[in-house]
């Protein structure tokens, strides 16, 4: 068998990769093409991650997409993303000629503290409908603004208009300023299901947006 030499290094090989051996070969897969840092916006308020409009509960979920598309443009691979801390850990695999090489690197995140656009939604009142229930003296004002409470938290996971941005009482009504309608209704079922009562709609006109009329929702219940 004919020796073979690497032209890099000069050291004598079996076999060359991409014209030199291995290790050479191995020496030049880097990456060199993750930023320095990552910043990450966090709303200081609900503690979600932000990616544009995009919020997520986790930061490990938000990292792994915004890396998404730079990892495919350099055939690599995510094999690991943890978050400590300030750092985010990462383990990678680099495919090259079919030859793969693990990697680990850390890079330090910065978390910018944000207001989210739903958090500053909720702060300035914004509402889109309104949520009065009436109530007989046997129910107490405070099981149903807690019934509310825990209704909005759970349908806020999915839902991020799905908030209560004031509370006001009036004699013997409570009344809810809600995000959006789908959710003031959602609070009616569940307030019926539980209380029984009769439900009335009515919208108002509030604003014109390209020509059209903007309603907000008032569902009105009575529990008996
Ligand atoms: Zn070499
Ligand atoms: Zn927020």
Redesign the pocket.
């Known amino acids: 068998m004919k020796k073979k030499f690497?032209?890099?290094?000069?050291?004598e090989?079996d076999e060359l990769y991409g014209g030199?051996?291995?290790?050479?070969?191995l020496?030049d897969m880097k990456v060199d093409w993750l930023p320095e840092y990552l910043v990450v916006d966090v709303c200081k308020h609900c503690g979600y991650y932000y990616h544009g409009k995009e919020r997520f509960k986790n930061v490990q979920t938000l990292l792994r997409k915004r890396l998404k598309n730079l990892f495919k443009k350099h055939k690599a691979s995510i094999l690991s993303l943890k978050v400590l801390k300030s750092k985010l850990r990462l383990e990678l695999t680099l495919e090259k000629s079919g030859i793969e090489k693990r990697i680990v690197k850390k890079l330090p995140l910065k978390f910018h503290y944000i207001t989210c656009p739903y958090c500053m939604m909720k702060r300035s009142g914004y509402h889109n409908a309104v949520l009065q229930v009436t109530l007989p003296s046997h129910v107490s004002k405070e099981d149903i603004i807690s019934l509310v409470e825990e209704e909005v938290k759970r349908l806020n996971k999915r839902d991020p208009m799905a908030f209560v941005s004031g509370i006001e009482e009036k004699g013997k009504s409570i009344i809810f300023k809600i995000g959006n309608k789908s959710t003031a209704l959602k609070l009616m079922r569940e307030i019926k299901k539980r209380y029984g009562g009769k439900v009335k709609y009515s919208r108002k006109i509030v604003t014109k947006k390209e020509g059209k009329n903007l309603f907000r929702l008032t569902v009105s219940i009575k529990i008996e």
């Open positions: 690497c032209p890099k290094c000069g050291k090989t030199v051996c291995l290790e050479c070969f020496n």
